[in-house]
C-alpha cells in the first residue's frame, strides 16, 4: 500500500486515435493500475463522468446513494474491478459527490495493488477534461492525437466496417477531418487551461515506435521512473487485424478529399467547430453504450437514457 494517494491519470483522445495503446501501455507498467479485460482489448472504458455522472445528478443525500448508484454496480466496468457489491454500497454512502465515488473506487484498486497512480480511459471524456480536472484536483491527463491520414484509414474500417460509396463516405471524410482538427485543437489548449504539470500530449505515431519517450515525462510527474517501457499484455486494438484488411488503404481520391476537408477546417475558427459539435452531439440519441453493461447484468430500459442535464 501506497503512503500517498494514488495519482490519478486520464487518457483522453478520439476513438481510432490511440487511446488503447497509450492507456495499455501505462497499465502494464509496475506501479500503475487500472481496470482491464481480454474482451475490451487491455483497458477498459469507463464512461462515468460522461453517462453515468449526469444520471447520477442531483447527488441524493446519505441513505440513498448506494441505490443511485445501483446502475454503476452492475456495469462490466466496476464488476472488474472486483471490489464487490459490499465495498459499492459502503462507498456510496461515504462519497460526498459521483466524482468522488469514481475515484474511491480506483484508489481502493491501486492500494489493492500496492500501485501509485491509476489510469482510466474513455474517449468520451475527452471533452470533459476541464470539468474533470476541477472535480478531480490531482488527475494528470494524457492527450493522444493522431495524425489525420492513420486515424482516417483505421476510422473507415474500424469493427470489420465497409466504407460506403461516394457520396456518403466523402461525407464521412469531412466529417472525420473537422473532428479531427477540433479535437486536436482542444487538446492542445488544455496545457494553457489546466497547467503543463497536469495536460502531456502525445502522438499515436511516437507511442507506437517510441513509446519510452512518449511517456517519459508523465511517468516523471506522477512519481514513477521512466525508462524502458513494458510491452502490453494485449492484442493491438487494430482496425486491421488481418491480413486482408491490411491491405485496404485510401485511394488518390480519399487523400485528396481529406487533405482539402483538413485545410478547410482548420480555416474555421474554433468557438465555430465547438458550435458545430455541440449541435451534432446534441442529435445523437443519448443512450448508454451496449458493452458498458455486465453480460449477467443485461441493459435494463430504466439505464438506457441519460439524464438530459448536461
Not at 179 to 203: E, I, K, Q
Request: with cysteine.
Amino acid at each position: 500500500m501506497t503512503a500517498r494517494a494514488p495519482v490519478p491519470v486520464f487518457v483522453l483522445g478520439l476513438q481510432r486515435s490511440g487511446t488503447t495503446l497509450a492507456a495499455n501501455l501505462l497499465a502494464a507498467q509496475p506501479g500503475i493500475a487500472a481496470v482491464a479485460a481480454k474482451q475490451h482489448q487491455g483497458v477498459h472504458e469507463s464512461v462515468f463522468f460522461s453517462h453515468f455522472a449526469p444520471s447520477l445528478e442531483p447527488w441524493p443525500g446519505p441513505g440513498f446513494r448506494a441505490a443511485a448508484a445501483g446502475d454503476f454496480f452492475d456495469s462490466a466496468y466496476f464488476q472488474l474491478s472486483g471490489l464487490g457489491p459490499d465495498w459499492g454500497r459502503q462507498a456510496a454512502e461515504a462519497a460526498a459527490s459521483p466524482a468522488a465515488l469514481f475515484c474511491s473506487m480506483m484508489e481502493a484498486l491501486a492500494q489493492r495493488q500496492g500501485a501509485a497512480a491509476w489510469v482510466e480511459k474513455s474517449p468520451h471524456h475527452t471533452l470533459l477534461a476541464a470539468r474533470i480536472a476541477a472535480q478531480v484536483p490531482r488527475a494528470r491527463f494524457l492527450c493522444v492525437m493522431r495524425e489525420t491520414r492513420g486515424f482516417l484509414r483505421s476510422r473507415l474500417w474500424s469493427y470489420g466496417r465497409q466504407p460506403p460509396p461516394y457520396p456518403q463516405r466523402a461525407a464521412l471524410i469531412a466529417r472525420a477531418c473537422a473532428s479531427n482538427v477540433f479535437h486536436r485543437r482542444y487538446m492542445r489548449s488544455l496545457p494553457g487551461l489546466l497547467g503543463r504539470d497536469r495536460v502531456f500530449l502525445a502522438d499515436f505515431e511516437t507511442l507506437r515506435a517510441a513509446p519510452d519517450t512518449a511517456l517519459a515525462s508523465l511517468l516523471t510527474e506522477i512519481g514513477l521512473k521512466p525508462g524502458r517501457l513494458r510491452a502490453p499484455g494485449y492484442a493491438a486494438n487494430s482496425s486491421f487485424a488481418g491480413p486482408d484488411q491490411r491491405k485496404r488503404a485510401l485511394t488518390r481520391v480519399d487523400c485528396a478529399l481529406a487533405k482539402a476537408a483538413e485545410r478547410a477546417a482548420e480555416a474555421v475558427p474554433q468557438v465555430l467547430l465547438q458550435h458545430l459539435q455541440r449541435r451534432l452531439a446534441r442529435r445523437r440519441p443519448r443512450v448508454f453504450p451496449h458493452w458498458v453493461w455486465a453480460r449477467e447484468a443485461g441493459p435494463a430500459a430504466s439505464r438506457c437514457h441519460l439524464n438530459q442535464q448536461d
